[in-house]
């Protein structure tokens, strides 16, 4: 019996023209390969070429799409099967989304004492930002999960799309008598995002989750979950025959 080929994991990024944040997406690549044992290809679902429609149209056989994205958005639900459909591979299962990973959340809290965040001093969890009410739900969540982490209270904000921003949740807890406020990063890589927290006017300000190792970690492990799955669907179906 021959074994079946390894499925290539397509490793789908937002994409930003900030230089660090491509570099960040390619070391982010390599390191995802090296904790899943798998081949992997780099696409970007906007903003940079080639999309993940056109590195799937030149992958032949088995493809799993793994988002790097936090929370699924319409990035996830929407552009990333839309681009698999118009190159001909919609039937390439799409693994979830992040979202608010136990391994991730203790990344945040490892990045946000990196910066030298203070006992006590309340918390920002900065989100991207989404006009998806359950993606921002997945941020509340991951909150919810940091503020004992940290041992401190956390709120949420957002560096676009959505309300409150980061400034705005800064300023409110500078209105209830925070003398201090720590932002801590809920977004991936540097980019246009993440440097909109330095200017959010928090004393505190923590770096992105990558490079952190388990962002690598959680990657490989929703691809190897993703490929059971597959796997188990056509054996599932001739069962029902």
């Known amino acids: ?34 904790a899943s044992g798998a081949p992997v290809r780099l696409a970007f679902a906007d903003v940079l070429e080639p999309d ?32 698999l459909a118009r190159a001909g591979r919609a039937e390439v299962p799409v693994a979830p989304a992040l979202g608010a990973d136990r391994r991730l959340v203790a990344a945040a809290a490892a990045r946000l004492a990196r910066a030298g965040h203070r006992a006590g001093e309340p918390v920002v969890l900065a989100g991207a930002g989404s006009s998806d009410r ?36 800064v300023a409110a807890l500078r209105a209830r008598g925070a003398a201090r406020v720590a932002v801590a990063s809920w977004l991936l890589a540097p980019g246009l995002f993440q440097a909109r927290l330095s200017e959010a006017g928090a004393d505190t300000v923590a770096g992105p989750l990558c490079p952190h190792p388990a962002v690598a970690r959680v990657l490989a492990d929703r691809y190897v979950r993703t490929v059971s799955t597959a796997q188990e669907r056509p054996l599932a179906a001739s069962a029902t025959r």
């Open 1 to 34: 019996m021959s074994v079946p080929p390894t499925p290539t994991l397509l490793l789908a990024v937002h994409g930003t023209r900030d230089s660090e944040g491509a570099r960040t997406a390619r070391a982010l690549a390599r390191a995802t390969a090296a």
């Open 52 to 83: 993940v429609g056109q590195v799937a149209a030149g992958v032949a056989g088995p493809l799993v799409v793994v988002p790097a994205f936090l929370a699924s958005g319409y990035h996830v639900r929407v552009d990333i099967p839309e681009q």
């Open 134 to 169: 359950r993606a921002l739900g997945e941020v509340e969540r991951a909150a919810r999960m940091l503020s004992p982490m940290v041992g401190a209270p956390v709120v949420t904000g957002y560096a676009a799309t959505a309300a409150p921003t980061v400034a705005e949740a």
